[in-house]
């Protein structure tokens, strides 16, 4: 029979490789991200080798973590890439791009693993170590009041190599809102997280996904696109650290968006459940992708 220690190798030496496959996966349906015309943000050790970028470029984010896998197969605005000089930095997008998007291609074995009402300084930092851990890269969903009180976590999620993205100042119900008010939500979290990590957000959610006309057409105008998810635990109302793990390793299918939290109230329960479930599926064959910064 096996020892202990042989088992305990046998079962990281098959995480490994599945992870290798993973990123083999993504890197056989293209290296470059389907988001825009950019790569996936190269390692610390490339970045200070290359050029130096010119004076008007913006500073980056920081590299991914170790290991993990390209950026991954989030559906590409039309049009996407580099806008032409002169443009404003608000991108005003189609109603096509605007459609918010609930699911990844369900052709791969991938997850799009969001975490919202960040950032908290009791839950964020275990998160991020825990994503670190597992080479998994995440879309950070920020209250732009949590944000403004930790700027520090913001740029440490940055550094990690994770995506920022909207989700208000104050999260709201934007369905009983103006259009101005609504405005003002958006506008200053994108502001706020721009001048913390020197990249403008790309991505918006709504509240409780709660998006109205209003929501799209302020977003629309800002250059925000709208992502919603496909597996909710409901780790916000606290069920229980297992109901928690069981509704994600029940509900997960290629192309799934997961909603998690790290804010808002004791998400105690979310961090434990991420300890079981990450590396489950990362077992089960999965990898993690996250729209590039």
Not at 20 to 31: E, K, P, T, V
Not at 79 to 97: D, M, N
Request: proline content about 12%; overall charge negative.
């Amino acid at each position: 029979m096996l020892s202990d220690r042989q088992i305990s190798a046998q079962i990281t030496s098959r995480r490994l490789l599945l992870v290798a496959a993973g990123m083999s996966l993504l890197g056989a349906a293209g290296c470059r991200s389907p988001w825009s015309d950019e790569g996936t943000a190269p390692s610390a050790e490339a970045a200070a080798s290359a050029a130096a970028p010119p004076p008007t470029a913006p500073p980056t984010a920081g590299a991914p973590p170790a290991g993990a896998p390209p950026a991954g197969p989030f559906p590409p605005p039309a049009g996407s890439g580099a806008p032409p000089a002169g443009e404003p930095v608000h991108r005003e997008l189609t109603e096509e791009e605007s459609k918010p998007v609930f699911e990844l291609d369900p052709g791969q074995r991938v997850v799009g693993l969001t975490i919202d009402d960040g950032p908290d300084p009791r839950h964020t930092p275990t998160v991020l170590a825990l994503l670190q851990q597992y080479g998994i890269r995440a879309t950070f969903f920020l209250i732009g009041e949590n944000a403004a009180e930790h700027p520090e976590l913001v740029r440490e999620i940055a550094d990690h190599g994770h995506h920022i993205a909207n989700h208000t100042w104050t999260h709201p119900d934007l369905r009983h809102m103006s259009e101005e008010a609504v405005r003002d939500e958006l506008e200053r979290t994108s502001d706020l997280l721009q001048r913390t990590t020197g990249r403008q957000p790309t991505w918006f959610r709504a509240p409780g996904g709660d998006w109205s006309p209003v929501a799209l057409r302020v977003s629309r105008a800002l250059g925000l696109r709208n992502l919603g998810w496909s597996v909710d635990p409901q780790d916000w109302a606290r069920p229980g650290t297992s109901v928690i793990v069981d509704r994600i390793l029940k509900n997960v299918r290629p192309g799934s968006i997961v909603l998690n939290h790290d804010g808002g109230g004791d998400r105690s329960q979310t961090v434990a459940a991420m300890k079981t479930y990450l590396p489950a599926l990362l077992d089960s064959g999965y990898s993690f992708s996250a729209p590039p910064n």
